[in-house]
């Protein structure tokens, strides 16, 4: 087991006491522990759902090896039940390397056409690499950090996340509407939709989109996830939702 993480902070209290009461020291993590760590995952990619192999306290979404660290005056420490992590590191696997690359791009690129999104690069960690992307869900400007409650399309809809390819963009605008007669959100949608399909990402399905649900209300959280899936000849190119009836991006004009 790695320094500093423990396995105590994976037992069942996690699912049922509230964070705050929970304990948790601010435990250092050295640059060799996180090139170890990306350095596993790459190795096997299954390693990360597995908390008898790593330890530590975070709870991600998605198909992709990842893990997270706070932190904290230009720190780097584990997260725990007290010190909730603040960026997200996913290293890609071997054959999909330029993934990092491209994906921090994307996420320049969103910010740049006007959309938001979080700080994103690549972080280095002796011979190590790996995207890293600094979390929209939390409050840094106290500390301990403030959790800040995020639900996907998919688990707003009430979907499992096996059916996540399933949504519509017109089931998503439905949902937003419930919430926002204005249509702000759905326009912001929209752009999110236009972008991912301009960027050449066909995954952006139904948990690659988010709402914050905070006491004064629902909005749309910044992009995340925005890759670009046609780089690879491999992948499908068929979008996760089809814009008006067009199902892969370049099939996308102004009307659509
Ligand atoms: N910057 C962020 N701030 C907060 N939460 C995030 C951020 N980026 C991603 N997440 C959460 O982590 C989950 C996994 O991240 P991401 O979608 O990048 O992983 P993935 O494994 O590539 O996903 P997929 O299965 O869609 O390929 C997301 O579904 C989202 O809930
Ligand atoms: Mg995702």
């Not at 509407?177 to 960027?199: I, K, P, Q, S």
Request: include cysteine.
């Amino acid at each position: 087991m790695l320094a500093g993480i423990s396995r105590g902070d994976w037992s069942s209290r996690r699912q049922t006491a509230l964070p705050a009461r929970l304990g948790g020291d601010l435990v250092p993590v050295s640059d060799d522990e996180i090139a170890f760590r990306i350095q596993e995952l790459r190795r096997d990619g299954s390693k990360w759902l597995d908390p008898e192999v790593f330890g530590g306290r975070y709870s991600l979404a998605g198909a992709q090896a990842k893990f997270a660290l706070a932190r904290l005056s230009g720190d780097w420490y584990w997260s725990n039940a007290r010190v909730a992590s603040t960026h997200i590191l996913k290293p890609a696997p071997d054959g999909l390397r330029e993934a990092e690359q491209i994906e921090a791009a994307s996420m320049r690129l969103a910010r740049m056409v006007g959309i938001d999104a979080p700080d994103a690069g690549t972080i280095s960690a002796l011979d190590q690499s790996s995207y890293i992307v600094e979390r929209f869900d939390r409050d840094t400007s106290t500390f301990p950090f403030r959790r800040i409650h995020v639900e996907d399309f998919a688990q707003a809809i009430g979907l499992p996340s096996g059916r996540k390819y399933g949504v519509t963009a017109a089931q998503s605008i439905r949902l937003l509407r419930r919430a926002d007669m204005t249509d702000e959100m759905a326009y912001g949608f929209v752009a999110r939709l236009a972008f991912n399909a301009a960027v050449g990402n066909a995954d952006a399905h139904a948990k690659n989109y988010s709402l914050f649900i905070r006491p004064e209300g629902l909005s749309l959280t910044p992009v995340y996830d925005c890759q670009t899936t046609v780089f690879w000849k491999r992948f499908d190119e068929r979008l996760a939702m089809a814009v008006a009836g067009a199902r892969r991006s370049a099939e996308i004009t102004p009307p659509h």
